[in-house]
Structures are given as structure tokens and as C-alpha cells.
């Protein structure tokens, strides 16, 4: 299958106690906290490979590039988008974007490599 820029995937989240940075051990605040910002544009980036890779394969992440830049409360929805800008063999690069009612809250870049799913699990050691 072919993966041609300007595919687009989205995650949304309506924020928990759990999400907190309080929560995440990612600082003292009850708001929304950078990790799970993280794990939400990642998922974003999932979502618009879904249906994409040869069969065998997946993506995994590579290199992240993200600002956090407005605070989130608990029972804020947010959405991430992606939208792949590059496709480098098996590099593929995303721009993402997450935002609160219309009010952008994060921006970067997701990049992830496409590896055959089988030979990147043998890699790991026992007890892994």
C-alpha cells in the first residue's frame, strides 16, 4: 500500500484526574499533562496509518518534537490531529496539532519508522 503525504488521523480525550501532570509525575498542577499530550498526538499518528502498512508491519516511534503551550482542565475535550507531511522510505514524518474547542494547546512534529512487526519484537531481550 502505497503511504502518500497528507494522510490525516485524529484522537480525542476528554481529560481525567488520570491525564493530570499531577497524576503523571510531570509536575504539581490538576490540568492536563505533557505526556499524555505526548501519547495523544502519537495515537493521532497511529490512526492515519490505520489500514495502511503491508500486512506484518507496524510503525514505531522515532524522534518527537513537541510544545506544550496552554493549560487543559479536567473534563476539557482535546483532539490531535496529524497529517503526514513526509514519507521517506520507511520514515514518515507528521505535523500535530492538538487543540481544545478550537484553541490549539500543543504543535509539533511525530516522526515513525516502518518496521516488519516480527523481526523489531525479536530484538528484544528476555524478560523484556
Same mark, same amino acid.
Given at each position: 500500500m502505497a503511504i502518500d503525504p497528507g494522510l490525516t488521523g485524529t484522537a480525542e480525550l476528554t481529560v481525567t484526574t488520570a491525564d493530570t501532570a499531577e497524576a503523571l509525575g510531570s509536575g504539581d498542577v490538576p490540568v492536563l499533562g505533557t505526556p499524555r499530550v505526548? @501519547?495523544? +498526538? $502519537? +495515537?493521532a499518528t497511529v490512526a492515519a496509518l490505520d489500514g495502511r502498512l $503491508?500486512? !506484518?508491519h507496524t510503525s514505531v516511534g522515532a524522534e518527537v518534537h513537541l510544545k506544550h503551550t496552554a493549560p487543559t482542565p479536567v473534563g476539557a475535550q482535546v483532539v490531535a490531529t496529524a497529517r503526514l507531511v513526509r514519507a521517506e522510505g520507511r520514515r514518515l514524518v507528521f505535523e500535530v496539532s *492538538?487543540? %481544545? $474547542? !478550537?484553541? %490549539? *494547546? @500543543?504543535?509539533g512534529t511525530v516522526e515513525r519508522v516502518v518496521v516488519p512487526r516480527e523481526r523489531f519484537l525479536s530484538g528484544l531481550r528476555p524478560g523484556e
Open positions: 505526548l @501519547a495523544l +498526538a $502519537e +495515537a $503491508e500486512a !506484518g *492538538v487543540t %481544545q $474547542e !478550537g484553541r %490549539q *494547546v @500543543a504543535v
